[in-house]
């Protein structure tokens, strides 16, 4: 990967990423990955505990990231009991969180606190990843160039009505794969619309999963809730809003979000889209 250091881009922002390069000794390469969950959805209460395929939705996203290759620890962030219980049920570390977290990556940061790894992983308790790579794909970026603070996942969106969807965030990078902007609206608009003809437009989703360097993550958990933040209902647009430089690397594995009822009932149908989870 080609280093992003001398980009005019953290000249104008530098306190988007590192100021010098960060070498091994100074910091730990352990990889955690933090599952922030709460039993408030808006949409779908309970969200966490729901059963997927005979198992709670939380309980088989934690499983997927023990298989990533890149993950030494896997931990579950919340102020729910439940969720605590039913982590101990099936042998998944668990910590409790306070309840006011803001986001999830708020509750993440938190639990973070605690614990040695020098990245920490936010994967989000309803994101459904096709494969544990995904995972690899996130951190990879961090580990190949020590400026990056953050990353994070995109996928060609195929289907037209995805475009306009609000449930589904899309995200714009520039050449070197740095985000530009995140947003529930459609991005880029087709003004003319002439963009699905042409083979140099076209839309990206984006993917619930976070890969952070731990002083990145501890510093964004210690700045304001940004005004871009609290109108799209994006976290991500904090660390926008602030200055952090977000590297958003490129996938082709499926994964499935669970927003609503509805989307989990897709899945455990196994009708076209849905996860085939084993029991």
Known sequence: MTSLSNHPFFAAFPGALSQREISPEEENPEVAVVIPARMGSTRFPGKPLAQVAGRPLIIRVAELARRSDAVDRVLIATDSSEILAVAEQYGVEAVRTSPSAHCG??????????LTAGIVVNLQADELLGDPRMIDQAVAPLLADGRIPISTLRRRITAPEDIKNPNIVKVIANQRNLALYFSRSTIPMDRDGTALQRSDIFWDQHLGIYAFRKTALLEFARLPVSPLE??????????????????VARTDF????VDTPEDLAQIQEGSPGGFPFST
């Open 105 to 114: 990556t708020d509750r993440v940061a938190e639990a973070a606190k605690n």
């Open 254 to 257: 499926p994964s499935w979000r």
């Open 230 to 247: 609290e109108t799209e209902k994006l976290e991500q647009l904090r660390a926008l809003y602030y200055g952090f430089a977000i590297y």
